[in-house]
């Protein structure tokens, strides 16, 4: 991440606060996607992130061989189930309710059923390559994604610490 | 993860909720049982919000903190060393 920050140039004095805060981001970023790897949500980013073209020449530049790597197209989800969202829904309603054995009035379920569908489309536009997904890759997509935000975090708060320190000392 | 399977088993959808509801801060507190799937996606979605605003919010202090050093001074290279570790 650093060598992100240094090739963004951050600490030179010709940066407007917005382009520091990018290239913060940009660099964060694209260091969560090099460090986990090839799944969907990396690559979704990375391809995000690739079209601005200025962001090209320093993602190449992070990533190395990862980038070709990284933005290849990829067959994974190329056997997509589609039935594995019913399957996955009745399992959770099952296992939510299998401790309470309550009969559900239909307009319950209804609203129920609304619900999962619009937080699902939410979770879509949160997840980067979200919107191709469901079902059951959807939420190991998303598992994957809240690990790895958390480490981004862990790692930014970190360095934030260290900087403050060694600036005061 | 790329290994083929045919079909995915309840087991694994299963294990899989298990897993993100202990991941979830408010699930994780209530305990695991009482989760509903459109609870589960809403706390989900928060939580990735609010993992969003603290990298946005660490990113501002960051490049506030990085205007005022050098990538040269000694300053830099403590911070260097202390991420290779």
């Known amino acids: ?169 | 993860m790329s290994s083929r399977r045919s079909r995915i088993t309840e087991e694994e959808i299963n294990e899989l909720i298990s897993k993100l509801q202990s991941i979830l801060p408010e699930t994780r507190r209530r305990g695991t049982s009482r989760a509903s799937a459109s609870k589960l996606l809403k706390e989900t979605c928060n939580y990735i919000k609010s993992l969003h605003r603290e990298v946005d919010d660490l990113s501002d202090r960051l490049s506030d903190l990085l205007a005022t050093m050098d990538t040269n001074s000694p300053h830099a290279e403590i911070v260097r060393s202390l991420l290779r570790s």
């Open chain 1, 1 to 169: 991440m650093l060598l992100g920050l240094q090739l963004a140039g951050v600490s030179s004095k010709g940066m407007t606060i917005q382009e520091r805060k990018s290239a913060v981001k940009l660099s964060a970023d694209v260091a969560m996607a090099g460090a986990r790897g090839s799944t969907n949500w990396t690559r979704a980013l990375i391809a995000n992130l690739s079209k601005q073209e200025r962001n090209k020449a320093i993602l190449r530049c992070i990533l190395g061989k990862d980038y070709e790597k990284l933005t290849k197209p990829c067959q994974y989800h190329s056997w997509k189930n589609p039935r594995s969202k019913q399957i996955l829904r009745r399992s959770v309603i099952r296992v939510c309710s299998r401790k309470r054995n309550v009969l559900r009035a239909p307009a319950t379920s209804v609203l129920a059923k609304v619900l999962v569908k619009k937080r699902t489309q939410v979770l879509k536009s949160l997840l980067p390559g979200g919107e191709s997904l469901y079902g059951f890759y959807l939420l190991d997509e998303t598992l994957d994604y809240v690990i790895s935000l958390r480490v981004q975090v862990d790692l930014m708060q970190r360095l934030l610490k260290a900087s403050e320190t060694s600036n005061l000392g």
